[in-house]
């Protein structure tokens, strides 16, 4: 009901580790419905029993990385993935076809608003809960006309993006 209401394109999510296979950008509400369907029906096992349903985002992706202690995150690099398994950017969404690094979407301006507008409110908030944040943050980024939106956190580097 919630995709008829809300049109596409939207994105459809497995809410659990589905190998970045879990993630449908649907172009359409039929492409929505049977993503929906498919998670619903095991295509993903436990990881699909819930389902993320998110807003569209027009950009750019781009993967940050920072070093964290605790108190402080230190950018560490950047890249950006490929995720598509066809020619030109189509077909589903695979865990990673290449990477290359650093990602030229994260000029110096777009770093340092990630840091101030993302990352360190992040490190307050995970102090100030009592549950400071102490290793690899990998933040999986949409670069779009109004700046950087957060699409997910890891706390791991990402795959294919490490091997660049």
């Known amino acids: ?13 497995a809410d659990g580790l589905a190998a970045g296979k879990g993630v449908t950008i649907a172009m359409t509400s039929d492409e929505a419905n049977a993503a929906l369907e498919a998670c619903f029906e095991g295509a993903f096992g436990a ?10 985002l027009t950009g750019e992706e781009a993967s940050f990385f920072c070093l964290c202690d605790g108190a402080t ?5 950047t890249a950006q993935d490929h995720k598509r398994v066809g020619d030109g950017d189509t077909g589903p969404n695979t865990g990673g076809m290449g990477a290359y690094s650093p990602a030229p979407v994260m000029t110096a301006e777009m770093t340092e608003r990630t840091m101030r507008e993302i990352i360190e409110p992040t ?8 549950a400071p ?13 109004q700046g950087p939106k ?7 580097f ?5 091997q660049v």
């Open 1 to 13: 009901a919630y995709v008829e209401k809300v049109g596409a394109p939207i994105v459809i999510k």
């Open 47 to 56: 990881a699909g029993a819930e389902v993320v349903v998110e807003e569209y």
């Open 73 to 77: 995150a230190l950018p560490f690099g």
């Open 123 to 130: 490190m307050r908030g995970m102090a100030n809960l009592g």
């Open 133 to 145: 944040f102490a290793g690899i943050l990998f933040a999986g980024l949409m670069i779009t006309d």
């Open 150 to 156: 957060l699409i997910e956190y890891n706390t791991r």
């Open 158 to 162: 990402g795959d294919p993006e490490c």
